[in-house]
């Protein structure tokens, strides 16, 4: 919303004078300076495939769902209860087909390791093996849910009994965009 520069008359209570000032009313100065913030932050380098809080599936994972339909899936090793999903766009996991993407209900993330307590400051080696677990919500009264059971290590997520297995990469965020589903 555009606003005009104009002189407003105020009254100095103090001196009793009047004064003319100018009502400072600039939204572009502020978004000049939002701007030039923006495009310092956008030359920062971009980080290397190795990088990344969330351990994302590369293409979608079959976890049981009756349909034959797989999931997209990014687990946060650091957060005990750090898993989310989503349908894949025509793209893949790259997008997104569903209008948002979803925390996992009942999540549980757990991760091999020599320490007792785990900290953000760790790092996530190929060689961890985490477990992770969550409930999924399904449309169906009988049974309403599904209990997914999944496994990363070696750089893929598996379901338990190993019948399904997609490789995952790193990603420093789970901004996806919204797509159309493949046609089935």
Not at 61 to 88: F, K, T, Y
Request: glycine share 8%; hydrophobic share 45%; aromatic share 4%.
């Amino acid at each position: 919303m555009a606003m005009a520069i104009r002189p407003a008359a105020l009254a100095d209570a103090t001196a009793g004078a009047t004064r003319r000032v100018w009502v400072d009313a600039v939204p572009w100065r502020r978004s000049a300076a939002l701007l030039s913030v923006l495009a310092v932050a956008g030359c920062r380098q971009p980080s290397s495939p190795g990088d990344g809080r969330y351990l994302v599936t590369s293409t979608a994972l079959q976890v049981g769902l009756s349909n034959g339909m797989g999931l997209c899936i990014a687990v946060d090793p650091r957060d005990s209860h750090g898993i989310w999903w989503w349908e894949p766009g025509a793209s893949g996991c790259a997008t997104r087909s569903t209008g948002t993407i979803l925390h996992a209900n009942e999540a549980v993330v757990s991760r091999s390791t020599e320490a007792d307590v785990i900290t953000a400051s760790d790092v996530i080696t190929e060689s961890d093996v985490i477990t992770v677990a969550f409930r999924l919500g399904l449309h169906s009264r009988t049974p309403s849910f599904l209990d997914v059971r999944l496994v990363v290590e070696d750089g893929h997520m598996r379901t338990l009994d190993r019948r399904a297995r997609v490789p995952v990469h790193r990603r420093q965020d789970l901004d996806m965009r919204w797509e159309l589903p493949a046609p089935r």
